[in-house]
């Protein structure tokens, strides 16, 4: 077997239409820090980035930064307004004391340096206003962070955990650092691995869980993927992977991945191993999470669209036996698609003691969930002598349900917590294109009459951030040719699904015709990104009947559209206060 070119060369670029640019950075820590698998996660990323969902990109893999603001300047140097950048960083962060009183909690963030020394969130900030500007208002700047506490650039140092510094609740987000209103700048979408209090974890076969699950979305992304889709895939990732870790959207994430034209997507086939059985040799392998649990899609040049079967796959590599017969020129040429059933990246998982396995495991089996090491958790407490006990469900220290150890399963809240667990996941991962795009707004509320006020805007970079308290409401409109069923949807920075719609509430919308929801809701903890999901069917849906676990009917996915739009809330009062 040939040596995998993501091991083989530590310098990928890759061809590109000028406009599209990628900047990889590892930041090695000193040698009294924590080791981390930083070359993992770069490998991952770069792989992503050749599968195309970006569009062809002009990439840069720095595998020891010793300086990132320097490397960030020199970026700023090749590009030209309109391009669009990506930038990821992994690495150490810390806290130091702020000198110049411009942090609400008194910390600037910073990274950690190979020599011991810090680079200051301020410095970074700095550098990437810089980016802004040269990409200019066409332009768009991504930035990704694989740091602890990257919601406030700050980790902290512990092991399998990258960084040190103390974790302040209810710090300071990026989104108050470097995603202010500015004329001439690119707008900025800024995916962080987690809040500004929170630990990001490393997987257990090296490397960064956010940056694995970013790869993944990457690769799977649908046609007209936005940043929001990508950010949703991540979290029903670490749900279930790192349920301490709530990876944070900041900033732009209505924006598409690849906004010019779409891009061929796919993993590209790095070569023909003649047979019998022939077979196609790909790079990924279980870095990307590739094996026999996912659907594959050949798309050969002319247009024809085949299956293709996993034959073996190691740590960087994937072979595949084609379902088509084609010449090896035609195959050699192809790319391959990844496609996952169902809405989860990874399986619905449910941590189970021993004693509870022969009883529940076929019960859960048929909702779905399998036992192991997952982010929920069941367990029992014991009652008296003449009771069974109690069943617990728990997410981390959170408590989703109880209910007594020998009540009926089908009726017991724990059943309908996982009912809706799983349903919630789901439905955050749903897309359907069967027809024009709806559209969301939201509207200023008064919390006590629910009367809407004025349009919520987006800043000059496109985010749309909220202080706590605040009310809110939605307005929907749609271009479809003919009437729409509406229905709304919450997630909130946990994931947790809520219909804000009775069943019975869902209004039928003709093209073009505004509506504005009569419910409202405030803004309240948990902090971070919140999405509120849009689903326009020609068919009525049951949508909170289904939720609570009822069966759901009907074909309404086949002529259906999908909308989301995200806003982020910060427990920082200081900054926020002035947003529209």
Same mark, same amino acid.
């Given at each position: 077997?040939?040596?995998?070119?993501?091991?083989?060369?530590?310098?990928?670029?890759?061809?590109?239409?000028?406009?599209?640019?990628?900047?990889?950075?590892?930041?090695?820590?000193?040698?009294?820090?924590?080791?981390?698998?930083?070359?993992?996660?770069?490998?991952?990323?770069?792989?992503?980035?050749?599968?195309?969902?970006?569009?062809?990109?002009?990439?840069?893999?720095?595998?020891?930064?010793?300086?990132?603001?320097?490397?960030?300047?020199?970026?700023?140097?090749?590009?030209?307004?309109?391009?669009?950048?990506?930038?990821?960083?992994?690495?150490?962060?810390?806290?130091?004391?702020?000198?110049?009183?411009?942090?609400?909690?008194?910390?600037?963030?910073?990274?950690?340096?190979?020599?011991?020394?810090?680079?200051?969130?301020?410095?970074?900030?700095?550098?990437?206003?810089?980016?802004?500007?040269?990409?200019?208002?066409?332009?768009?700047?991504?930035?990704?962070?694989?740091?602890?506490?990257?919601?406030?650039?700050?980790?902290?140092?512990?092991?399998?955990?990258?960084?040190?510094?103390?974790?302040?609740?209810?710090?300071?987000?990026?989104?108050?650092?470097?995603?202010?209103?500015?004329?001439?700048?690119?707008?900025?979408?800024?995916?962080?691995?987690?809040?500004?209090?929170?630990?990001?974890?490393?997987?257990?076969?090296?490397?960064?869980?956010?940056?694995?699950?970013?790869?993944?979305?990457?690769?799977?992304?649908?046609?007209?993927?936005?940043?929001?889709?990508?950010?949703?895939?991540?979290?029903?990732?670490?749900?279930?992977?790192?349920?301490?870790?709530?990876?944070?959207?900041?900033?732009?994430?209505?924006?598409?991945?690849?906004?010019?034209?779409?891009?061929?997507?796919?993993?590209?086939?790095?070569?023909?191993?003649?047979?019998?059985?022939?077979?196609?040799?790909?790079?990924?392998?279980?870095?990307?999470?590739?094996?026999?649990?996912?659907?594959?899609?050949?798309?050969?040049?002319?247009?024809?669209?085949?299956?293709?079967?996993?034959?073996?796959?190691?740590?960087?590599?994937?072979?595949?036996?084609?379902?088509?017969?084609?010449?090896?020129?035609?195959?050699?040429?192809?790319?391959?698609?990844?496609?996952?059933?169902?809405?989860?990246?990874?399986?619905?998982?449910?941590?189970?003691?021993?004693?509870?396995?022969?009883?529940?495991?076929?019960?859960?089996?048929?909702?779905?969930?399998?036992?192991?090491?997952?982010?929920?958790?069941?367990?029992?407490?014991?009652? /008296?002598?003449?009771? !069974?006990?109690?069943? #617990? =469900?728990?997410?981390? $220290? +959170?408590?989703?349900?109880?209910? @007594?150890? &020998? %009540?009926?399963?089908?009726?017991?809240?724990?059943?309908?917590?996982?009912?809706?667990?799983?349903?919630?996941?789901?439905?955050?991962?749903?897309?359907?294109?069967?027809?024009?795009?709806?559209?969301?707004?939201?509207?200023?509320?008064? /919390?006590?009459?629910? !009367?809407?006020?004025? #349009? =919520?805007?987006?800043? $000059? +970079?496109?985010?749309?951030?909220? @202080?706590? &308290? %605040?009310?809110?409401?939605?307005?929907?409109?749609?271009?479809?040719?003919?009437?729409?069923?509406?229905?709304?949807?919450?997630?909130?920075?946990?994931?947790?699904?809520?219909?804000?719609?009775?069943?019975?509430?869902?209004?039928?919308?003709?093209?073009?015709? !505004?509506?504005?929801?009569?419910?409202?809701?405030?803004?309240?903890?948990?902090?971070?990104?919140?999405?509120?999901?849009?689903?326009?069917?020609?068919?009525?849906?049951?949508?909170?009947?289904?939720?609570?676990?009822?069966?759901?009917?009907?074909?309404?996915?086949?002529?259906?559209?999908?909308?989301?739009?995200?806003?982020?809330?910060?427990?920082?009062?200081?900054?926020?206060?002035?947003?529209?």
């Amino acid at each position: 077997m040939s040596p995998s070119l993501l091991t083989a060369v530590p310098w990928l670029a890759l061809s590109a239409a000028a406009g599209q640019h990628a900047l990889l950075m590892a930041v090695p820590p000193p040698p009294s820090a924590a080791a981390l698998d930083l070359g993992r996660d770069l490998d991952r990323l770069a792989t992503a980035a050749a599968a195309g969902p970006l569009g062809p990109t002009a990439l840069e893999r720095a595998a020891a930064t010793a300086d990132p603001a320097a490397a960030l300047a020199a970026q700023a140097r090749r590009l030209a307004p309109g391009d669009r950048l990506w930038v990821h960083i992994s690495g150490h962060g810390t806290r130091v004391a702020d000198d110049d009183r411009d942090e609400a909690d008194g910390w600037d963030e910073a990274l950690l340096l190979t020599d011991g020394g810090v680079v200051r969130d301020d410095a970074l900030g700095a550098a990437l206003t810089e980016l802004r500007r040269a990409l200019g208002p066409a332009g768009h700047l991504v930035l990704t962070l694989d740091t602890c506490h990257s919601g406030g650039l700050l980790r902290g140092l512990q092991p399998a955990a990258r960084g040190s510094g103390p974790a302040v609740p209810g710090a300071d987000t990026l989104g108050h650092e470097w995603v202010r209103p500015a004329d001439a700048l690119a707008p900025v979408t800024i995916l962080a691995a987690a809040r500004a209090d929170e630990l990001a974890e490393e997987a257990p076969g090296g490397g960064g869980r956010f940056s694995q699950a970013l790869a993944e979305a990457l690769v799977r992304a649908p046609a007209g993927a936005t940043w929001s889709t990508v950010h949703a895939r991540i979290q029903a990732a670490l749900a279930q992977a790192a349920p301490a870790q709530h990876p944070v959207l900041l900033g732009a994430g209505h924006l598409p991945l690849a906004p010019d034209a779409p891009a061929a997507g796919g993993l590209a086939v790095d070569g023909v191993v003649a047979g019998p059985p022939l077979q196609l040799r790909i790079a990924g392998g279980t870095l990307l999470g590739l094996d026999d649990r996912a659907r594959y899609a050949l798309v050969l040049e002319d247009g024809r669209v085949c299956s293709a079967a996993v034959a073996s796959t190691t740590a960087s590599q994937t072979f595949l036996q084609p379902g088509c017969a084609a010449p090896p020129a035609a195959l050699a040429a192809a790319r391959v698609r990844v496609e996952r059933e169902g809405a989860p990246p990874s399986p619905r998982r449910l941590a189970l003691p021993p004693a509870l396995h022969d009883r529940l495991l076929p019960l859960l089996a048929a909702e779905g969930w399998t036992a192991g090491p997952a982010a929920l958790v069941l367990t029992t407490e014991p009652g /008296p002598e003449s009771e !069974a006990g109690t069943l #617990v =469900l728990r997410a981390g $220290a +959170t408590e989703l349900a109880r209910s @007594p150890a &020998g %009540a009926p399963w089908s009726t017991s809240p724990v059943a309908t917590a996982l009912r809706r667990r799983r349903r919630a996941t789901e439905l955050a991962a749903l897309e359907l294109a069967g027809g024009p795009s709806p559209s969301l707004r939201l509207r200023a509320a008064d /919390p006590t009459t629910c !009367a809407p006020g004025a #349009v =919520l805007v987006p800043d $000059a +970079t496109g985010a749309l951030q909220l @202080p706590p &308290g %605040a009310g809110i409401t939605v307005e929907v409109r749609h271009t479809a040719p003919g009437p729409r069923r509406i229905h709304l949807v919450h997630f909130d920075a946990d994931n947790r699904a809520t219909a804000l719609l009775d069943d019975d509430e869902a209004p039928l919308l003709a093209p073009g015709e !505004a509506w504005t929801s009569p419910r409202c809701w405030q803004t309240v903890p948990p902090w971070g990104t919140e999405r509120l999901k849009l689903l326009a069917t020609r068919a009525p849906l049951p949508l909170a009947t289904w939720l609570d676990g009822a069966p759901l009917r009907g074909d309404w996915t086949a002529d259906g559209a999908t909308t989301t739009l995200t806003y982020t809330l910060s427990a920082v009062t200081a900054w926020a206060g002035a947003a529209p």
